[in-house]
């Protein structure tokens, strides 16, 4: 790879006034309902009544891709949009019709989604949307599938003990979404992640279309010879169709573009704009229906490939934008190298691209604080990473998407960035650089090793394990190996309170778990810990059971595999499965992923028994009880006391090691049951986003100081906040204390915080690339450093306690931010402010 | 030979700020000057002190009920002990349950240091980083220092030895044997200034600032930038000529005064003497630069 000149990259604009203006329109427009999808969904829907799942589902999305509304705004460069409206919601109520019909009748369309307060819907839309909903909630044919098989395996009772108000089943996908208490399921993924492809993008859907008819031309000829069930052949038959209407329908939907952008380009009175327009036609007549020409169509193509699985199915939680730059850098390369376009041309692409992205958006019908990642669409985009020989893989638009992150400062999409040993230099300081800019956590950085290694490790070639992206929050996917069987998630801190309490629920009142024991007549930390990891047996047998039924039911009633298929097409058509069904390159790939949360909490729940309990003795562990009933109330002291024993995240042997022993007996206890379908272990998945809050709803006090209801610790490896007082160095030596830990799981996460001081001078900021580079070297799968704002600051000011780490540095003077007086606190929030 | 302790009152790891790579410093506690301006007044006293966090105290006023000579008191405004009764026996850190009192230092083995700087020591070696002892006044501990840097060198950890330069030659001579650079302060050059803002005289810091430059030990001086104490001119032009005749090859930087210490003389129920000093401006800094510059220096303002 060339060298690449990171000043020249510094130096070029991404926010021209073209930018700017579109960027301007985006953050004044009001949010709004758009109906116009939904309603012609279910239009298509009652018009293709007896025919496949899998072929009405294309077809439902044919239509929208015809008839739904085009719109080219003005100055755009980049086109393709999910609505007629600058920030419309898209939204099917065949998704999920009661939570639609339940907003619609209350009227409050005032759920947050991703930065919105509320959203508006037109009266006549809400009449139509009411309608719709009120439909689908009486004509969901699959609605209670899963339910029913549930109940009659495992009994009635089941629904009444793990979740508070049962399930809810919501159309092709079950949801179980509120007041959760032991299990969680973020499980209507429908399947796993449809995102654009590269070889899609390359050879152009016109290519696959001729595949998939060949293949249905040569079976028909030959004979399917599909193994299994005779009903596979015309299964076979039948996802190809809807590959076939799924890929026509975005080429039409592209033409349409291309028309609109003529249409426009005659009443232009500007003669450049005019020119622009011309130049959108020629593109998006080109791609995605065939192979790109050149930079503008193949990032044309990435815009309609990324947009396709939403208005597919305008409820899907995430899709992935990919490794953009490995995508885009081939077209990048040879149109600068032929001088058809400079470095600012790209920049400015790019940034359209990235506008556009962020403009996706999805109505929000649960509270956001039930969202597993509230704030966020998740199309994550991933950079560099190594080729089979381990050569660093950064190239120059690697460089440019990070100026354009740190120019366009948009909340999404997130990067991430594969981190090996041979990573450029440069670019390292460039993205923490950009780090420091951005503020929130952006770039994040991903072990590039581990995340090959564990595609190797089932048995995936390195040619093709080399090839993962990020997913999600944070995982990692590889396209050719679906591995998204089914999503659960245990509430580890919820199972360590019910062992404190003998199995009992002091929230219920119910016997939820097991009789493990009273911890008053226990002598050890021991013997409690082994009485949670029985608990924590008991509730995993009980989670694989429901999987197994919900998953393969859900499976025979999901029918949205078209696009899936079209971007899976070297697979998918040759095998007649899509990738969930086992047509995947890799399908030994495709195992369940079990999340567990809260291990920090326990770690240092069990450090405070240990000190105050069975070192000190300083309080019984009745007392301790006691008060954790009361949820503190009347023993502020003994919670003072139990905040201040050791904390994990510090580099102190205790609290560390009970943290390694929860983490590798529950790595243990859950790998232990194979996942139903495929033999393998289950991927454990330590999820970064927000659950930490929906689960720690259900959980009461905890002997770590922790109040009952409050969040549980967020992120898999994180400290408790504000606890992890000896500084950046001990976080990561506690969190990397056992180099095996994140090696089985995923989402093994681990955010950091810094103050803007840290990162300063060019010094600093090679000195924070050492410490991820070590963070790697002792097995971490993935770091982000989250820069203190000014209204944290203000926030610690209010609330000391939680800021205790917050440390103010300068050579030879060290002291925290808390203990400063007001106005000089005040002085530092001001310039930190400034700096922004 | 019984093994030397120190007194340390902080142990700060990831420091960026107290020589090069990443690094982890040791606050020494103890030292023989008085700088009015001094950001670390915990680090005076060479005995452990018992200092209050106001800001984290529930008023449970248990410390009220234990300390047997009426030392403490407690009210809205926070918590204030009298010094003169106190005698730091440490009763009330030890039922405080908010940590709002606690010791400022703590008598360690040279053993128990190097523990906790070992755990750190690929992110030294990965960034040329290592130890830095400051203070306080590193030198009024020689033995310790010198004990732990050549437990330091042993393990191949980078030394740097900050230091006001006051203190006992000898010993300096000893702890440069172990010392990879010296960050070693230089105040004012009048000896009575210096002693009225001090403490005391600036004789000894200069002689010993001509044994580290002989010994060859890379140096940095580092100057306090402290507005109507050694800012004009005429000030800082003397100090340049000083140091070209004596430390010609030796770095600068400039250490801007700033307030971050007013709050820890509150912990210590001491006034603040600086009153409503200003961090200098950054046209003052930028001159004294310029006049290091012009005797061929190497200058550097640090943040």
Redesign the interface.
């Known amino acids: 790879m060339p060298k690449v000149d990171g000043d020249a990259i510094r130096k070029v604009n991404v926010m021209t006034p073209r930018l700017q203006k579109l960027k301007k329109e985006w953050e004044d427009a009001p949010p709004q309902v758009y109906v116009d999808g939904t309603l012609l969904f279910t239009e298509s829907w009652k018009e293709t009544e007896g025919l496949p799942l899998d072929v009405r589902w294309a077809k439902a999305f044919e239509k929208r891709m015809l008839e739904g509304p085009v719109t080219i705004r003005e100055d755009e460069l980049i086109v393709g949009s999910l609505t007629k409206f600058i920030r419309g919601n898209g939204t099917l109520c065949a998704m999920k019709p009661r939570e639609i019909l339940a907003m619609c009748e209350t009227g409050r369309f005032d759920r947050k989604s991703s930065d919105i307060d509320a959203t508006y819907i037109d009266p006549e839309d809400l009449r139509k949307l009411t309608e719709d909903a009120k439909y689908w909630v009486e004509n969901m044919p699959q609605r209670n599938f899963v339910r029913d098989a549930i109940s009659a395996e495992m009994g009635e009772d089941h629904f009444d003990l793990m979740f508070d108000r049962g399930m809810v089943f919501e159309g092709r996908a079950v949801r179980e979404v509120v007041d959760r208490g032991i299990f969680e399921n973020w499980g209507a993924f429908g399947g796993g992640n449809c995102m654009p492809t590269k070889p899609a993008i390359d050879n152009g859907l016109n290519y696959i279309i001729k595949l998939a008819e060949n293949e249905i031309e040569k079976c028909m000829a030959l004979g399917f010879q599909q193994p299994g069930l005779p009903e596979n052949a015309l299964r076979k038959y039948h996802l190809l169709q809807a590959c076939i209407i799924s890929c026509k329908a975005v080429i039409a939907n592209a033409k349409r573009y291309a028309d609109l952008a003529r249409e426009q380009a005659v009443s232009c009175p500007d003669m450049a704009r005019k020119a622009e327009l011309l130049k959108i036609a020629e593109v998006c007549e080109n791609v995605p229906a065939n192979p790109p020409r050149n930079f503008w169509e193949a990032v044309q193509s990435l815009r309609f490939l990324h947009l396709a699985p939403w208005i597919e199915s305008s409820e899907r939680p995430e899709v992935g934008v990919g490794r953009i730059d490995q995508i885009l850098y081939p077209y990048y390369e040879k149109d600068m190298l032929k001088g058809d376009i400079t470095r600012q041309d790209a920049a400015e692409m790019i940034g359209a691209l990235w506008l556009k992205i962020r403009e996706t958006e999805n109505l929000v019908t649960v509270k956001r604080e039930h969202r597993a990642a509230p704030g966020t669409l998740l199309p994550d985009v991933t950079l560099g990473g190594t080729d089979v020989n381990g050569n660093c893989l950064i190239n120059e638009v690697s460089w440019l998407t990070l100026e354009v992150m740190r120019q366009t400062l948009l909340s999404e999409p997130a990067i991430y960035i594969r981190y090996h040993e041979n990573i450029d230099e440069d670019f390292m300081v460039f993205a923490l650089e950009c780090n420091k800019d951005f503020g929130g956590g952006n770039p994040a950085f991903l072990g590039d090793k581990l995340g090959t290694q564990r595609y190797l490790d089932r048995g995936v070639p390195i040619w093709d394990a080399v090839n993962w992206n990020a997913s999600g929050c944070l995982g990692y996917h590889l396209d050719i190996a679906e591995h998204q069987g089914g999503f659960y998630s245990l509430n580890q801190a919820k199972i360590f309170e019910l062992t404190l309490w003998n199995g009992f629920d002091n929230r219920t009142g119910k016997q939820l778990g097991l009789k493990t024991g009273d911890v008053t007549k226990m002598k050890s930390v021991d013997e409690i810990i082994e009485a949670f990891f029985k608990q924590e047996d008991y509730f995993c047998e009980i989670l694989r059971k429901h999987y197994f039924i919900w998953w393969s039911v859900e499976q025979q009633h999901s029918p949205m595999s078209g696009l899936r298929c079209a971007m899976l097409y070297e697979d998918c058509i040759p095998a007649g499965m899509n990738s969930r069904e086992g047509g995947a390159r890799y399908p030994i790939c495709r195992a369940s992923w079990i999340g567990d949360r809260g291990i920090t909490d326990i770690a240092d729940c069990l450090a405070a028994i240990q000190r105050l309990v069975f070192d000190t003795k300083k309080v019984a562990m009745a007392e301790l009880l006691e008060a954790m009933k009361a949820n503190w109330e009347g023993h ?3 919670r ?2 139990c ?2 024993t050791p904390k994990y995240g510090n ?1 102190e042997d205790m609290p560390d090691e009970f943290f390694t022993k929860i983490m590798l007996g529950t790595q243990e206890i859950m790998q232990s049951r194979p996942d139903p379908f495929t033999g393998e272990k289950p991927m454990l998945f330590k999820g970064a986003a927000s659950g930490h809050t929906t689960q720690g709803k259900s959980v009461g006090a905890l002997p770590n100081g922790r109040y009952q209801w409050t969040p549980v610790n967020d992120a898999a490896t994180s400290a408790m906040p504000g606890m992890d007082v ?5 976080l990561i ?1 506690s969190a990397t204390r056992d180099f095996s830990l994140a090696s089985a799981s995923c989402g093994f996460t681990h955010n950091m915080k810094f103050s803007k ?2 990162l ?2 060019p ?2 900021i ?2 924070l690339a ?2 991820i ?2 963070y790697f ?2 097995g971490g799968w993935h770091i982000q450093f989250n820069i203190h704002s000014a209204e944290e600051l203000k926030e610690a000011q209010k609330d ?2 939680k800021y ?1 780490n917050l440390l ?9 931010f ?4 007001r106005d ?1 606190q005040d002085e530092i929030v001001e310039r930190t402010m400034h700096a922004m | 030979m019984t093994e030397p302790k120190g007194i340390v009152f902080n142990i700060q790891r990831y420091t960026l700020d107290d020589g090069p790579g990443t690094r982890c410093t040791v606050f020494l506690k103890g030292c023989p000057l008085r700088c009015t301006w001094c950001s670390n007044p915990e680090s005076q006293h060479p005995w452990p002190e018992v200092t209050h966090r106001d800001t984290f105290c529930e008023k449970c006023l248990s410390c009220m009920e234990v300390c047997e000579l009426k030392a403490i008191s407690v009210d809205e405004s926070g918590i204030y002990i009298d010094r003169e009764l106190c005698t730091d026996c440490g009763a009330c850190v030890e039922v405080c349950p908010s940590t709002a009192l606690q010791f400022q230092g703590e008598a360690m083995s040279v053993d128990e240091v190097f523990r906790v700087i070992k755990k750190d020591i690929h992110y030294y070696r990965n960034s040329g980083g290592g130890v830095t002892v400051s203070g306080g006044e590193a030198l009024m501990q020689p033995e310790f220092v010198e004990a732990l840097f050549a437990m330091c060198h042993e393990a191949g950890i980078g030394t740097c030895l900050d230091t006001s330069g006051y203190g006992n030659t000898l010993g300096l001579e000893k702890i440069l044997q172990h010392t990879d650079l010296v960050y070693y302060d230089v105040k004012h050059l009048d000896p009575a200034v210096h002693a009225k803002y001090t403490g005391q005289s600036n004789a000894l810091i200069l002689h010993n600032l001509e044994l580290v430059v002989n010994s060859g030990t890379p140096v940095v001086i580092r100057i306090p930038f402290i507005p109507g104490i050694n800012d004009s001119d005429d000030d800082v032009a003397a100090i340049a000529g000083k140091m070209s005749e004596i430390a010609r090859t030796a770095q600068i930087h400039l250490l801007p005064y700033h307030r971050y210490g007013m709050g820890k003389y509150k912990t210590l129920d001491r006034d603040y003497e600086m009153g409503d000093t200003e961090r200098p401006s950054d046209e003052s800094l930028n001159r004294a630069q310029n006049i290091f510059e012009s005797y061929g220096f190497d200058c550097e303002i640090r943040k």
């Open positions: 502020e002291k003994l003072l006391m905040l201040n580099d000896n500084g950046p160095t001990a030596n001081q840290l300063d001078t010094e600093k090679k000195n050492n410490l580079k070590i070297q002792r000391p306690m205790k103010v540095r300068v050579g030879g003077y060290s002291a925290y808390v203990d400063l007086p000089l």
